[in-house]
């Protein structure tokens, strides 16, 4: 069909989903945001865009308001639309976000997260976790002069780790993937590298808290070789701790990659680390436009700010564990089988023996006006307060009996 730049050929659609379906491939730019990632192959009637956002809720297109328990996928832990940080954005917007200098905000912001992360000495400022991760191995290449790289958790779309469609068998043919909290298994691959290991780049948390001996082995494995250990801590930082779960752990990695909630949604991330390490990126070439831009960085100051003021963490955690009683409270009055809780506090999940049940979980939350994540993770917000926490419950409560009623219909027999 040919049409004129600007007509209103969209406007004709029926619906977001179809519309974006036909001008963004999956219908979404974000992968996790896309209807299948969301809710499943069955999405048919479902919430797909959203008009606005404040707190914990969200406005959809169709123009119901919903709670919002994924928060962006943990990008929020305040709360959308935060005054303290909407004043600050549109603030630094006015002065003009970007120039031919870098700001002094990029300064100020680089060392205050010298003052609040263990491992942090040197900072350098990117826009997304991806490019964070990606940063934080190239620095420990060129820090070590060497390739290899084990790593466990989620590292973004882009290729040194990834063997997605697209990507030249090549560029990832020096990773390797270890399992979550096997001592063991990172010990015999660390072995097997040897004195090729570049770094260990790990997601401290992956559904669950690690035991400490797998940090610890990793820093071990790391030091025995002279490597580079590198925390993930794009989740974790400013959620679980401040800074980070290596405030929790107790292990000092070399290198860790900040970003999501550092920012309150607004596109940040930080790649921290010790003096040493982190030299090494005046040897290699890590560079983005934008990567200073104040609109981002004020953000930052007006999160970190926040976090001077009051315990945010300790109450993620508390509100956290308010919805996961919630939902076992659900489980155990309706005597639904096949679901757990699982997780911690400040990122949980449900999880279902059975695909069939969640779909039906999710479906009669939304109807309860409840957005929650398939998968990981869930994550609660400063904004998530006593009303919004008892619609939860509420929700969750008149979901599971809806899960119940179907698992134990003649017609599922």
């Known amino acids: 069909m040919t049409r004129a730049p600007g007509s209103a050929f969209l406007e004709t659609m029926p619906d977001p989903m179809?519309?974006?379906a036909a001008v963004i491939p999956s219908g979404a730019s974000t992968g996790s945001k896309r209807p299948e990632?969301?809710?499943g192959s069955d999405f048919a009637g479902l919430p797909t865009h959203f008009k606005s956002a404040r707190?914990?809720?969200l406005v959809t297109a169709e123009g119901r308001e919903l709670i919002d328990c994924t928060m962006a996928l943990g990008a929020v832990a305040i709360g959308y639309a935060d005054a303290d940080v909407v004043a600050a954005v549109s603030a630094a917007a006015a002065r003009g976000n970007v120039a031919g200098l870098s700001h002094v905000l990029e300064i100020e912001i680089a060392e205050r997260l010298v003052e609040l992360i263990p491992c942090a000495e040197r900072v350098r400022f990117l826009k997304t976790g991806a490019e964070g991760v990606a940063a934080a191995v190239r620095i420990a290449r060129a820090h070590t002069t060497r390739d290899r790289v084990l790593g466990c958790g989620y590292f973004g779309w882009l290729g040194w780790w990834s063997a997605a469609d697209g990507v030249p068998l090549?560029?990832?043919a020096d990773f390797e993937s270890i399992p979550f909290d096997d001592a063991d298994a990172l010990e015999r691959a660390a072995r097997a590298a040897g004195d090729s290991l570049a770094a260990i780049v790990i997601e401290p948390v992956v559904e669950r808290a690690p035991g400490a001996e797998w940090l610890a082995a990793a820093r071990r494995a790391c030091d025995a070789v002279g490597a580079v250990l590198i925390f993930d801590e794009v989740k974790t930082g400013f959620r679980v701790r401040t800074g980070g779960y290596q405030s929790v752990?107790?292990?000092l990695p070399d290198l860790a990659v900040f970003g999501k909630a550092m920012a309150n949604g607004f596109p940040l991330s930080a790649v921290v680390g010790n003096a040493r390490v982190m030299?090494?990126?005046?040897?290699?070439?890590?560079?983005?436009t934008l990567a200073g831009e104040t609109t981002?960085?004020?953000?930052?100051?007006?999160?970190?700010?926040?976090h001077a003021r009051e315990d945010v963490c300790a109450a993620l955690e508390s509100t956290g564990a308010t919805m996961m009683r919630a939902m076992r409270g659900a489980i155990d009055d309706a005597a639904v089988g096949g679901v757990t809780v699982e997780g911690i506090p400040q990122m949980w999940l449900t999880r279902f023996a059975q695909e069939s049940d969640r779909a039906?979980?999710?479906r009669a939350m939304l109807d309860q006006g409840v957005l929650v994540k398939r998968g990981a993770y869930n994550f609660p917000a400063l904004a998530h307060d006593a009303s919004a926490l008892h619609a939860v419950e509420c929700a969750a409560q008149s979901a599971m009996r809806i899960v119940r009623e179907r698992q134990t219909s003649p017609a599922n027999d």
């Open 18 to 20: 179809t519309r974006a």
């Open 55 to 57: 707190g914990c809720r």
């Open 170 to 172: 090549g560029e990832c």
């Open 37 to 39: 990632a969301l809710f």
């Open 279 to 288: 030299s090494a990126a005046n040897r290699t070439w890590i560079s983005s």
């Open 249 to 251: 752990a107790g292990v």
């Open 360 to 362: 039906t979980f999710q």
């Open 296 to 306: 981002a960085l004020a953000a930052a100051r007006a999160v970190l700010d926040r």
